[in-house]
């Protein structure tokens, strides 16, 4: 018999039919039991008379179960199933190191992460990667809507550029090489194919600090455009990217989500410091700078989204195009969701020797740089772009403390398993 | 001025407008000079009269023009831009190591690597990665209508398990961890959190061949599905997302691509070997074997693809699922597509006692499959999958001889930069 779904069961009132998943839950009771049976969609609630028929069966197992459809408006989605017959598919024949069926997991972080492949099956952790999911969709949806190509960028690269420290090495046959700790360079290079480009994956970061905001590997959404005036023009496709992604997130789950205003609110750098009342002099803005602003742009801008524009120079990499009014600021922008960074963007350099000249003057050589550079000596055109971590997205949508929590098996100083 | 496109041009007659792009090509005839304007969508014909105003223009560097549009029958897409005023964002003052207006790249493939960011610029070398991207949205579009939920896993592991040969190692925080060769366990483990999960992602294979096949990082178009009754279930799925992948490109591009009929023709591996004229004892398919289905699948059932299903277990990794009735056979299948395997899948074990033995059986330690293993112990369906070759898939369907030509920045056992 045709397998249907836990929401589909309230359409087949009085008949048989079969559904299939995990025991989510045993009750016993002393006339009847209960086996909440757990699909991808829902639970279904199975009503069985003769306890012995549940034999040995625990919960985790993987069953399959005919049944007739039966109203009751005490069950969930105010039907239940009766006379059942129960096959087992899978059996569970160890204890489980923690229950999945309260409203919250009462294990530790470091035990979730050891066991994983049970702990992401708990619904708020399920939740959080759909949200991951639907914000990616809506990622790819708004740029596709925008002309930009999807690209694939290499993530083993044959020098370390960036910032030199924090890159994990390989042995490539032999040879010295890399993981890629961005497709920085890449995508620009894409912007003389297709002008606007964008790519989602794994970039790689040997981050030595062990902090609930660090991973080793996330997920970057990135974009790249090129035909920019300025950074003001790569800031008007991300609100609209961001827009999108928010309405395919609260299409998709039961996640309520932020307004994003049509302009989100920019503030200067210097304008930030006196809004978040640092000092005159200050070089980049502190975690609680960043919290001053959030409250700052929903008290004035009922915005929970706030550009910070015009960072110095000296705090961004080599490639930031600089403000040409004011050269020691950059077009450089960060956006802060709810007072935390979780997107840099910014104009980038596009003439070649712009880049010799800012190679120079931050000491560095030019030969690690070479094949990208290359690209710019054959004509690119004005242009900029960004960069999204997905796990910190998601964690500051959903208010989860962890990055870990947002991603489903979690790399960092301590943890490559499993 | 905003800057419109040159597929806008014709919208514009009479009217005075500004593109911008690259100097695809300078034609300096007697009295009249042509400057071909190539931006994302096409080429924009400019007519300058004084051949000074050009002045030291090159091709490649990036102008924006301003000019009015003029009808010509003659010039491409009916329309020309007279009257041009120039300005140059990006000049390219050093040689061209090949021509880009040619309807063919002239240089070799590797010139052209070495220049990816120029060589891709090519009309036809930029087709293979628009049908590249166009697969790729075809691919997700199919399996979200499907109910499968994307998912992102690691690409660095703790244990190098799979084919060990062939594995990257790296330095992870002065432990030894290895590139993921694939994210078959992960995506298996998922089934137990989802249902229907799919990833596209790099994979990294340490190949040390150097073939016009091989990469050492390619995308993988990943899905796996929990609930199946065999093998046969997940090919159903593969079938409708190969259909929805093709029409995406169809209808974003300008390929011609196969039918993909609503049922695959599908031979038994005893019955390939039959129709291929191998001898009958062979444990796989030779490349020659693949050919000649592909010419019986396209003459008996007019189809460019065909299902080979029951590969012998001793040819499929451990965790193939065997065929119940025959068990030295697998549930496992490739698909050719014009007589060339592009995807690998089946059905898998999901018991953990059957994984056990199967490693047993295929005497490998149980220790590096622990954290996989695990998974197992805690209630998994039956299920199965498959990973599609993006670049083999794009080089097949555009009959690239080389998948280097497939990708943007290939990986191989010589190659590491650009």
Known sequence: MQRILSTQLAQHVGKTVTVAGWVHRLRLL???????VRDAEGLSQVVVKEAKMLGTLTEESVVEVSATVTRNEQAPGGVELTGPSIRVLSAVDVPLPFELHRPALSA??????DHAALALRHPVRRAALKVAAAATAGFRTALSGQRFVEIQTPKIVGSSTESGADVFGIDYFGRPAYLAQSPQFYKQLMVGVFERVFEVGPVFRAEPSDTARHLAQY??????????????DVMAALTRTLSVMMATVAARTRVTTPKVLPEIPAVSFTEALRIAGAAEGEEDLAPAHERALGEWALREHDSEFLYVTGYPMRKRP????????????SNGFDLL????????GGQRL???DDYVAALAAAGEPLEPYRGYLDGFRYGMPPHGGWAIGLERFVARLLGIANVREATAFPRDLHRVTP
């Open 219 to 232: 997920t970057s959404l990135d974009a790249e455009m090129g035909f920019v005036a300025d950074h003001r």
């Open 108 to 113: 530790s972080l470091p035990t979730q992460l």
């Open 350 to 352: 596009h003439r070649y």
């Open 318 to 329: 080599f490639y930031t195009h600089p403000d040409p009014a004011s050269p020691a600021y």
């Open 30 to 36: 002393k006339s009847v039991a209960f086996l909440i």
């Open 337 to 344: 969701f709810r007072g935390l960074e979780i997107v840099t």
